[in-house]
């Protein structure tokens, strides 16, 4: 942005005086990137973060075995030579400390960290029509004022915790994984119940199963999974990765999803049984997510070739447990492969094999109540030290609902989306001004990184408009945001995955009106680059889905 249009800004903003410019919410990845570009805008902005420090999900996420199943160079931000140049990814799917570690490496090779606060959530947000401004008030009481809030609070950052009678009873340790605790935990001669089995825990599971004396898993519904196939990185692919660069983000950028994987080219049914076995047997045994998004597209939309790739993992998960009953109770029945988000796993199918390890079926026999000592189903009571709630988060809209959100006319944000989500673009809501989200509801649900940039990149160059035009105010047209509402629902028309019971269609059986059946449309279906180009479009436009004042 030219200077011109930075005192354009501070102008508008010195006639209704407020503390920042721009406010973001979350230091997190896409939050670091945001302050990153508006430091370099030379606006007055900070990032506030109700945790002790950076990281988002990656300083939360702390369980052993928490790793990201996208390529570790795929999840690096792409914006600066210096960084790419600098940093060494040591495994191909980086595990939670080393990723951590990477985020506080880019904050402070670049100098943000001076930009942050840290220990202050974000309570309440309300607009102000008269100034355009909003205030926030922060759980330490303080409050500010800004111009404009980016709001970069993770998709999956609201953890659910069941609602079990007991549950504060249990004299032991329990928590929700998101709340692992940060001092090592020694799991030796522990026994310990993890109760869910999403991809959280099927994480988890292998890691606790090798330290803990016994571990049992209590499954509502089989969960499908395929390996990672992590390996180390050597110096020598590290330098071949990073002259390949700009090849490896100009292949996410064409992905629907962002990562090097893409859809085979070829139709299922013109391929023979045989060659279609081959082709999976080779892309079941390569690293990364190549067995759900190098697989033919109609997986996703044909019953008929779901059903066979379904078969044929079930027949790889019969080959990984020994036990052939306990290997039917693994392989999902109520749903296709791959129209859940696949979680990848390392051994996870293995574990069963262990005589330390019990499988539970917690939809056959429920949990009815945590005990002081356990937990105890219709059939059976259990002892345990500690029990791990790896049930899930509050999707997309959980992090907003927990702040007092307030637009125009004081309507909140948690009345406008209480049967699910209203964006235009997945990035504004019409009658919250001046609120622009990153990661929110409504965009492509892509490899995180890849897609907070191309949202930032958004972002900043719609500052510069209002900036530059002198306007203090922009707000998504009601008839915008009804239009992207309608595309979000169609891109949902003719997946299997709709009928999910999954956080893409808002499923959470532990909260009020996120029962199966009720539809959330959470993310834009179509994949990202159809995403990016809506983005595109509307800049070139001359954003005319947006009212500036
Ligand atoms: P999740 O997929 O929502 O799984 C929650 C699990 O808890 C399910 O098995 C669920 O069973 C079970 N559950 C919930 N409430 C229960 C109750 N009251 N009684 C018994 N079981 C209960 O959550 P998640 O595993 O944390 O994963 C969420 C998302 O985070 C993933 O889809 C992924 O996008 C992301 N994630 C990514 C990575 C990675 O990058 N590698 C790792 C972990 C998570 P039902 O299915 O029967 O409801």
Redesign the pocket.
Known sequence: MSKSATQAFRTSTMAAPCDYDVIVIGAGVSGIYQIKRLVDLGVRATVLDANGDLGGTWYNNRYPG????SESYTYGYSFSKELLEEWHWTERFSPQPETLRYLNFVVDRLGLREHMQFGCRVEVMHFDEQTDLWHLRLGDGRTLSARVVVTGLGP?STPTL?K?PGMSDFRGLSFH?SNWPHEPLDLTGKRVGI???????I?IIPVVAQQAAHLTV????A?WAAPLNNGPISAAEMASIRARYDEIFAACARSPAAFEHVPDSRRFSEVPPAERRAFWDRLYDEPGFGIWLANFAEIFIDEHANAEISAYIADRIRQRVKDPALAERLIPKDHGFGIQ?L??ETNYFETYNRDNVELVD?KATP?ERITPTGLCTRERTFDFDIIVY????DAFTGAYDRIDIRGLGGQTLRDKWADGPVTYLGMLVSGFPNMVMLGGPQTAAANFPRGSEIAVDWIVPLLTHMMNAGHTRFDAKPEAEQAWCNAVKASYQGLLMSKA???ITGY???LEGHEYGHTRYNIFATGGVEYAKHLQAAAQGGYAGIAFS
Do not use: V
Not at 66 to 69: E, L, Q, S, T, V
Not at 218 to 221: A, S
């Open positions: 928490a790793r990201f199943d999956l069941p079990i994984t109760i869910g089995t999403g991809a959280t825990a994480q209590f499954q509502r519904r969960n988000r979680p990848l917690s949990i790896a049930t899930g988060f019971q999954s956080w959470n059986s532990n």
